[in-house]
């Protein structure tokens, strides 16, 4: 492809000697298969991020303190020290180097597995995890409880990607009584281990009553941000308790031992950090329905000892047998205040159940009415909360309209 700069602003593309995407795969495949130094070579590194897929083949990552290439090794090379390939260790990997056709991605494409050792990254893990244990940072007598009906939470995570709007969308379906506030962060890079303890921070002098650490999945390199030694220090003396939701259910991290408890997804640390108003109302359908036959079972209990206790009363003293009739006038009275007061604490109860469904989003909108959110997705309860300009979302019982406020 011939690039003409006929001025300063437009490019004159010839077309004519361009190649297709296909075509760019295979010459950069042609030229390592064809490069003689690329057919067998050995390389040693650390494994990391190691998969196996349905068809057992293995993926992986060969990484060492500043670099990573992905790696392959088919299912047909199962006798060739595999059993080497988890994550930490260190190997010295035969094989070559070629791409993958399709999506021209480099890969080095492993026949056979020597294991070394253990590897540096996977040292220093360890190393920095028996450090904080003997210094009792793991202690489980020193972790706090999590709230258990929290007012706010703050969620500690990047803006962009899918796990805030996981986090957001179970706690708000579990309990929408919360306000949920986000700090962003890079949550990987050389910055992320100053800006995640900036928002821990930050976070405990906003009265928060939870913190939520998260990130989804990646490599041991990926993840390494939350096995930094000064964010351990941080989250341990965080005021405000911490849920670690860091990378996948079989990734550990220091941050997850450190905090006051680990979630093994993002969405995992939502449904942890609040209760199920659903369930909150079976609760509370449960007790009364206890209340109510405990004091039926103590009424009638109480009823039948008296009763008893009045009859050989009575016998034993004829002469008070003419007030028989005003007696039994007397409890019968005391029968129906009991029952009055049975009705009145089930009317009680029955009308808290109600107030918590009516705090239902989707009970709201079943009755006609609508539900307004801002765009940080939080519901709108007053025209205050917003100005001319801004973006709302209108949730009806059968779909949402967004729109925009011209005038207020």
Known sequence: MNLDISSSTNLNLNFKDSISVTELNYLIKSILD??????????????????????????????????????????????????????????????????????????????????????????????????????????????????????????????????????????????????????????????????????????????????????????????????????????????????????????YTISDYVSDLRAPTPSAAAELAVPSYIELLKEIESFKNILNYTIKEKISEDLRTFENNLDRFLLNTPVLSFYQEKIDTNLYQLTDSICQFTKTITHRLEITINSLKFLNPSDTISRGLVQTKNSQNKIVKSIQEINKGDTITISYLDGEAVTKVISK
Not at 114 to 143: A, T, V
Not at 197 to 221: K, P, Q, V, Y
Request: proline share 4%; hydrophobic share 35%; aromatic share 8%.
């Open 34 to 251: 064809f490069e003689p130094s690329l057919q067998e070579i050995s390389v040693l590194g650390e494994v990391s991020n190691s998969r196996v897929t349905p068809k057992n083949h293995i993926f992986f990552n060969l990484i060492d303190q500043s670099s990573s290439i992905p790696c392959v090794m088919w299912s047909s090379d199962f006798n060739n020290g595999r059993e080497n390939l988890y994550n930490g260790n260190l190997v010295l990997c035969s094989g070559k180097i070629s791409t993958y056709f399709q999506t021209g991605m480099l890969q080095l494409y492993i026949n056979n597995v020597q294991k070394s050792g253990n590897g540096e990254i996977q040292k220093e893990f360890n190393e920095l995890k028996n450090k904080l244990r003997m210094e009792g940072l793991f202690d489980q007598n020193r972790k706090r409880k999590i709230t258990k009906f929290p007012k706010k939470i703050c969620v500690i995570t990047s803006k962009n990607g899918a796990v805030f709007k996981d986090i957001i969308n179970v706690i708000t379906r579990r309990y929408p009584l919360v306000e949920i506030n986000l700090i962003p962060v890079p949550v990987q890079g050389k910055d992320s281990v100053e800006k995640i303890s900036h928002a821990i921070e930050e976070a405990n002098t906003l009265n928060f009553d939870t913190i939520i650490i998260a990130r989804g999945g990646g490599s041991i390199e990926d993840l390494g941000a939350f096995n930094d030694e000064n964010l351990a220090r941080k989250i341990f003396s965080s005021s405000t308790p911490i849920i670690s939701a860091v990378g996948h259910e079989t990734d």
